[in-house]
C-alpha cells in the first residue's frame, strides 16, 4: 500500500478519533503499518498471517475509519473547531469573538 503524506496523516487522525471502534486486530494492524512503520511482510510476521491478509485488513480497516467519519463527523468536527479558535486568536475586538464563540458552540 503506498500513500501520500497527505492520506497518511488523515488515516492517523481518523485512528485516533475513532480507533475504540475496531476490533484489536484491527487496532494493532492500523497501528503497525501508520504508527509504527511496520511493512506488511513484518505485520504479517508479528500476527501470523499471510501477507495478503494483512493488506485486505489494512484496507476494509481504512475504508471502515472513512465510513465513520462520513456518519460521526468527528474529524471534521474538530478541524472546524480548531479553524474557529485559530481566528479567535487572531481577532482582536471582543464582538468579532462573541461571533466567533457562537459558531464554535454550533459546530458540536
Known amino acids: 500500500m503506498s500513500l501520500d503524506l497527505d492520506k497518511f496523516v488523515e488515516i492517523n487522525q481518523l485512528y485516533r478519533f475513532y480507533y475504540p471502534l475496531l476490533t484489536e486486530k484491527q487496532q494493532n494492524i492500523i497501528a503497525y503499518y501508520y504508527h509504527d512503520n511496520y511493512s506488511i511482510s513484518e505485520i504479517a510476521e508479528l500476527e501470523n498471517v499471510s501477507r495478503n491478509a494483512v493488506h485486505d485488513q489494512l ?37 468579532e469573538n462573541r461571533l466567533l464563540l457562537e459558531a464554535l458552540e454550533k459546530v458540536e
Open 59 to 95: 484496507k476494509r480497516t481504512v475504508s471502515k475509519l472513512y465510513n465513520f467519519e462520513i456518519h460521526l463527523g468527528l474529524l471534521r468536527k474538530f478541524k472546524a473547531r480548531q479553524d474557529i479558535i485559530q481566528k479567535l486568536k487572531e481577532r482582536c475586538t471582543e464582538a
